[in-house]
């Protein structure tokens, strides 16, 4: 058991160290098994309770402390030419309980490493990351393999199993957590699989699935452990448009129902103004603007800000003003109809 122990542990440390040198599809295999199997060899801890007990939506908000709080976060890259790249740059955030965040900029514009602050797959060079109001920062490395399975995560390229069934890949992180009867496990595996629509599939393998359904699967598997937390990087971006919208929905049924606080990273706009209910702007590392999706215009700062503002209040008036019916020139006669 010493030895497995080691094994794992190794396995575990490569979750931080890989994570800043390749963006995945290994870094991600390791960031998710890490914990689990870590918790696996070590048995399970009184953190876990925790994380198995339902997240609360958005109660007394106004009083409550933010699920997320990044603290002066600062996060440089040592360059190949021997130069620091300033990545992220004393940045402060704070994101509430229930809520469905945007990050948005530029590409380069420090989104990626921003999220993964969050769950420190990049551990800051300076300032906090509060968690569930725990300072991650100061976390030993067991406490913060805990802790990250209050902290889902899904990727641009879904990250599942491949060689394992739906119903494997989502149970995956209960039964390595080893705390679960094989019937609350089977249970929470179609809980989750309903919860993204997905129930058919459970005896299907990754490799059957469409990119909308893998991704689909993936939610189910990061919420299996109900983390308070589902962080998003691009999970849009390798899916066509109609497959993006009921994967939109999909996030906002979960949210909705569920109260589990999404923070979603995206160059898309139309993502933003469809889900979010709060978005933060980045350029060159720096937080430049953060406002709440439906909130009055007037005070919009940057080009991008203004951009979401168009789309929301586009969407508005659509929905205020009956469709226009098409001008007599433009409606096409019934032979123009039958040709085809
Ligand atoms: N491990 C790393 N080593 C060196 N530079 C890095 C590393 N990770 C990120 N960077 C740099 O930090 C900056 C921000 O990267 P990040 O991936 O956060 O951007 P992003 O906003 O997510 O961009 P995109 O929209 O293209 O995904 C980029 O210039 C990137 O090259
Ligand atoms: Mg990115």
Redesign the pocket.
Known sequence: MASLNRAFAVLCDLSNKHA??C?FPFGAFVFILGPFLRTFAVGSTPAAAFFMSNPSSDAGRGNAEPVIRLQSVQKS???PNGEV?D??QSLSLDIHQGDVFGLI????????????LINLL?RPDAGKVFVGGRDLTTLSRRELRDTRQNIGMIFQQFNLLQNATVFDNVAFPLKIHGRHSRAEIDARVRECLALVGLAEKIDTYPAQLSGGQKQRVAIARALAPRPQVLLC??PTSALDTETTRALLETLRDINQKIGVTIVI?T?ELSVVEVLCRNVAI?EK?RLVEQFAVDAPSEERQTALGREIDELVRRREREAREPVEPRPTSLRRNPEEVAYV
């Open positions: 800043t040198i963006s890259f040592a360059l790249f990545a992220v900029g530029k590409s380069g514009a420090g989104k990626s490493t921003l999220l993964r990049e990087d691009e990273v160059h980045l590392g």
